[in-house]
Nanobody, 123 residues
Framework: QVQLVESGGGLVQAGDSLRLSCAASGRTFSSYTMGWFRQAPGQERDFVAAITRSAGSTYYADSVKGRFTISRDNAKNTVWLQMNSLKPQDTAVYYC????????????????WGQGTQVTVSS
């Protein structure tokens, strides 16, 4: 069992940066691939980024590639999403997720989810 708690969301202007954090409980954090997803009002939950268990590989949605960076520290049971050059279209609730599946870009592969943190980017 893994419990995830996101933090770091807020209201920013276009071009600003934010760093989201996701703190995980439990002693098996390093066993999970970690992902970030986002969901805008009326939209489906979309993949943003993922990082493998040992942080050996990272994956990004095309819409955030070059602007967002996912990282993790297994000793701290924490995963981060550094978001730079934010755009109004990045506005959404951002969710942290933990899973063991191989299709890292699919929400269905993740077993545990946080409650989400709101990111709002004004133009």
């Amino acid at each position: 069992q893994v419990q995830l708690v996101e933090s770091g969301g807020g209201l920013v202007q276009a071009g600003d940066s934010l760093r989201l954090s996701c703190a995980a409980s439990g002693r098996t954090f390093s066993s999970y691939t970690m992902g970030w997803f986002r969901q805008a009002p009326g939209q489906e939950r979309d993949f943003v980024a993922a990082i493998t268990r040992s942080a050996g590989s990272t994956y990004y949605a095309d819409s955030v590639k070059g602007r967002f960076t996912i990282s993790r520290d297994n000793a701290k049971n924490t995963v981060w999403l550094q978001m730079n050059s934010l755009k109004p279209q990045d506005t959404a609730v951002y969710y942290c997720a933990a899973g063991v599946g191989i299709y890292l870009r699919s929400a269905g592969q993740y077993n545990y989810w946080g409650q989400g943190t709101q990111v709002t980017v004004s133009s």
